[in-house]
T-cell receptor, first 115, second 113 residues
Framework: QQQVKQSPQSLIVQKGGIPIINCAYE??????FPWYQQFPGKGPALLIA?????SEKKEGRFTISFNKSAKQFSLHIMDSQPGDSATYFC??????????????FGRGTQLTVWP | KAGVTQTPRYLIKTRGQQVTLSCSPI?????VSWYQQTPGQGLQFLFE???????NKGNFPGRFSGRQFSNSRSEMNVSTLELGDSALYLC????????????FGPGTRLTVT
């Protein structure tokens, strides 16, 4: 059972556009939500992360919006560039208990930014 | 500071064989987690080690095992390889067990023929 559901599966935008990737979860015990970026042939790289006590976090051109009541969070990429073309994964983690440290990943979104 | 390193980067094995993959975490990091990445199942957690002890295990058969050494380096072993074990195996390190930021290595691409 997929604990974190991610959409869309793929996304194509023009340079300068604002792609939005959405994730949803059911387990309210999740208390840390990172986003990873993966280029072909590389491992996932940590982009940005949020805790559920804040509704938004910005780091450079990347913004996470978090809706605790809806159990949803999303990644926005401002002024997207061709170099942002990659696969993006959302994830969730419970910072305590028996699943300590285990990341639950969404299925990924393949983003293509056209010049 | 050097990132997470994994060796080998590519491996081809035959069904029934066994394989050992190695991971060196970022200097100072003591927790190592392993994930399997496949097109069909995505990224799935295998296990996590901290201070040479397995702290957490995912839903994989007993053919998948691992260990961690006193210098925090980790190995994972897959015995009696099956075609379905073909995947990218990723190692992630963090400072302490359960600490939130996990940093991934480039992975080992395993192909089972």
């Amino acid at each position: 059972q997929q604990q974190v559901k991610q959409s869309p599966q793929s996304l194509i935008v023009q340079k300068g556009g604002i792609p939005i990737i959405n994730c949803a979860y059911e387990n309210t015990a999740f208390d840390y939500f990172p986003w990873y970026q993966q280029f072909p042939g590389k491992g996932p790289a940590l982009l940005i992360a949020i805790r559920p006590d804040v509704s938004e976090k910005k780091e450079g051109r990347f913004t996470i919006s978090f809706n605790k009541s809806a159990k949803q969070f999303s990644l926005h990429i401002m002024d997207s560039q061709p170099g942002d073309s990659a696969t993006y994964f959302c994830a969730a983690l419970i910072s305590g208990g028996s699943t300590l440290g285990r990341l639950y990943f969404g299925r990924g979104t393949q983003l293509t930014v056209w010049p | 500071k050097a990132g997470v390193t994994q060796t080998p980067r590519y491996l081809i094995k035959t069904r029934g064989q066994q394989v050992t993959l190695s991971c060196s975490p970022i200097s100072g990091h003591r927790s190592v987690s392993w994930y399997q990445q496949t097109p069909g199942q995505g990224l799935q957690f295998l296990f996590e080690y901290f201070s040479e002890t397995q702290r957490n295990k995912g839903n994989f058969p007993g053919r998948f095992s691992g260990r961690q050494f006193s210098n925090s380096r980790s190995e994972m072993n897959v015995s009696t390889l099956e075609l379905g074990d073909s995947a990218l195996y990723l190692c992630a390190s963090s400072l302490e067990t359960g600490l939130l930021e996990q940093y991934f290595g480039p992975g080992t691409r395993l192909t089972v023929t």
